[in-house]
């Protein structure tokens, strides 16, 4: 049941081998299979009835971090997440997917989220902002979220988050595409934050931002609220001067752009601005940015932990090439995947706690 | 309490062609669900409770019965595919009349939903045309509808703002667009549609004769078709903002003269 709309992505390809030169995963496992462009053929010759989607080529659908370093290099405009992103919902419906996604899923219908336990909570009351943390800080990277609220609280601002803060749908969505369950997911978040009728919404994982930003209202899922990513939120604090730059810590760092600051919402200076009030002194690796180079993201690394370490592992060579010894990131599912390859000698560093220290 | 939605596939705007006779040609295009109906359609499964049956019935070609799949994933219980090599060109009248029939032929309905107009015609005229042939009542423009002791409370758009009606089943109400956000389909949706067929219904089965229907039952001829603004489309490039809003306005007024 892939739409004609994703198949016409799948299909046009003019095989230019942008995507095979750019994608983190096939950088890594060199498999022919794992670029976009492949991705897209397989579902072209299953659409021409010339192959079986089996479960081998719905493993090989999963095999991809959805980061859109493809998205943004297309030569023809082509969006392969489009197509990669409806063969998950095709394996997921067919039982096709593989056990380790069928799992997550499961966790995610049993607790809320994939890590299947009981999210921690950072319930605070406050008036100024409503923050929203994410399963991924909450359940994995907690001391980011900490220092997020203590950053914010240094500043001055009064911050609420909620307690049993509802997930946003982004994980269910990596895994079976954008479908009803997701938008339920949607709903029920945008209620809760509307419910607390605060305007301005901080968000901690910019991969929520994205889905809050892009999906919620044709969804029919509002929110009455601006919703602005933590990094923008706390550089405009910065600017402002709410916020004191701390003393030159004296190590030299480079800025990680995430998936999704990188390549959904083009942020790139306040991650810098956030590293350099932090202390730290600034170079940046040969892919950054737009082309910044994915270090994984946190439902593939619970999928596939050992493609997505060596994803990261690609990521800690760019830094290599650099005389950077810290990789700096304000992601928690950065932070994640990067935590799983530190290279001895370097260090990857959070950006909200450096700063609230 | 038993529901039909009709839906009908509309040409991608910017992607409509017409034939020698001035037909739309959707063979070759890509179509999608007229705006307006999907809101009909999120409608009937707003209302729909477990013992409510939605069925959803579009006139087309034979390539619409995957997209009606997915409308079966969406929540619809029943798709029906009214198609025949017959009923091309069917202009409103020989629509209604047909829809009519597939409505009586598939049994007592409760509430028919539409859009209220297609995108490509924006006649408007079908809802209301499908109802008198059925003999019952039409709302058109609703904003909302609601259930409540066999009736159906509609608001309905007016020009300088929305009155409650209540009406008695059966009746037809078309909606406006933009009401109601057409819900995704889901994972468990989809696995029923898969084991779920779509009905398929021709002129025989209807018991329509090929001069009542498709262009030969029309009472509609198009005898031409121009483009109302010529050229329009390929005025110079203006980069600058201020320079830009200063060209189209003075288009604008050129139009208006």
């Known amino acids: 049941m892939i739409s004609q709309n994703a198949l016409r992505h799948a299909e046009k390809c003019r095989f230019c081998f942008m995507c095979r030169h750019l994608c983190p995963i096939q950088l890594q496992t060199g498999k022919e299979v794992n670029t976009p462009r492949a991705k897209g053929l397989l579902l072209s010759m299953v659409n021409k009835g010339a192959a079986e989607f089996d479960k081998d080529m719905a493993q090989t659908m999963y095999e991809c971090l959805i980061c859109d370093a493809c998205v943004n290099d297309c030569a023809t405009g082509y ?83 909620l307690d049993n803060e509802p997930a ?103 991650i810098r601005a956030i590293a350099k009030a932090a202390g730290y002194q600034l170079t940046e690796m040969f892919n950054k940015e737009r082309l910044a180079k994915s270090c994984g993201s946190a439902v593939a690394l619970a999928y596939m932990p ?52 | 309490m038993k529901i039909l939605v009709c839906m009908k596939a509309v040409p991608s705007t910017g992607q409509v062609q017409v034939d020698g006779q001035f037909r739309l040609q959707r063979d070759g295009a890509k179509l999608q669900w007229n705006i307006a109906d999907e809101a009909a359609l999120e409608a009937a499964l707003t209302l729909k409770s477990a013992e409510d049956t939605v069925t959803v019935l579009t006139m087309g070609p034979a390539k619409l019965e995957d997209p009606l799949r997915e409308l079966l994933a969406r929540g619809a219980d029943r798709a029906i595919l009214v198609s025949d090599p017959a009923f091309a060109g069917a202009d409103t009248v020989a ?51 609601q259930l409540q002791n066999g009736a159906v409370f509609v608001a309905r758009r007016l020009e300088s703002g929305t009155v409650l009606l209540s009406v008695p089943c059966p009746v037809c109400v078309s909606m406006c667009e933009y009401t109601y956000t057409l819900r995704l389909p889901g994972i468990m949706g989809m696995r029923r549609a898969k084991s779920k067929t779509v009905e398929l219904l021709d002129s025989a089965a209807l018991g329509l004769s090929p001069q009542s229907c498709g262009l030969k039952g029309s009472l509609t001829k198009v005898i031409s078709m121009d483009s109302k603004f010529p050229g329009l489309r390929n005025g110079p490039k203006e980069t600058d903002l201020n320079a830009g809003t200063d060209a189209l306005l003075a288009m604008l007024q050129e139009v208006v003269k």
Not at chain 1, 107 to 114: F, H, K, L, Q, Y
Not at chain 1, 129 to 156: N, R, S, T
């Open chain 1, 168 to 270: 946003s749908g982004v994980m269910l969505a990596d895994l079976m595409g954008y479908v009803d369950e997701v938008a339920q997911q949607a709903k029920a978040c945008a209620a809760a934050i509307n419910a607390t009728g605060i305007k301005t919404v901080v968000v901690l994982d910019s991969y929520d931002a994205e889905i809050m930003k892009q999906r919620y209202a044709q969804w029919g899922a509002e929110i009455n609220a601006e919703i602005i990513t933590a990094t923008a939120y706390v550089a405009k604090l910065i600017e402002d001067g709410k916020l004191a730059a701390k003393a030159a810590c004296g190590t030299l760092g480079a800025c990680h752009d995430d998936d999704r600051l990188a390549r959904t919402f083009y942020e790139f200076a306040p």
């Open chain 1, 79 to 161: 969006q392969p997440p489009l197509y990669i992103r409806e063969a998950r919902t095709e394996a997921v419906v067919n039982d096709l997917a593989p056990q380790a996604v069928m799992q997550l899923i499961e966790n995610v219908d049993a607790t809320g989220n994939i890590y299947g336990v009981q999210k921690p909570s950072f319930a605070q009351e406050g008036s100024d902002v409503l923050v929203y943390i994410g399963e991924v800080a909450a359940c994995k990277v907690p001391q980011m979220a900490e220092g997020l609220l203590k950053v914010l609280a240094k500043a001055g601002v009064s911050a609420k988050v």
């Open chain 1, 306 to 357: 050992n493609i997505v370490t060596k994803v990261a592992a690609g990521r800690w060579d760019d830094l290599a090439r650099t005389e950077a010894t810290a990789m700096l990131t304000a992601s928690p599912e950065a932070y994640l995947c990067l935590s799983q390859a530190t290279p001895e000698g370097k260090q990857v560093v959070d950006l909200y706690s450096a700063l609230a220290e």
């Open chain 2, 95 to 145: 629509t209604a009349g047909t829809i009519a029939k597939a409505a009586e032929f598939l049994g007592d309905f409760d509430l028919i939903l539409c859009g209220r107009r297609a995108i490509d015609g924006e006649t408007g005229q079908t809802p209301a045309m499908v109802a008198a042939a059925l003999g019952i009542p039409c709302i058109s423009n609703a904003e909302s509808v």
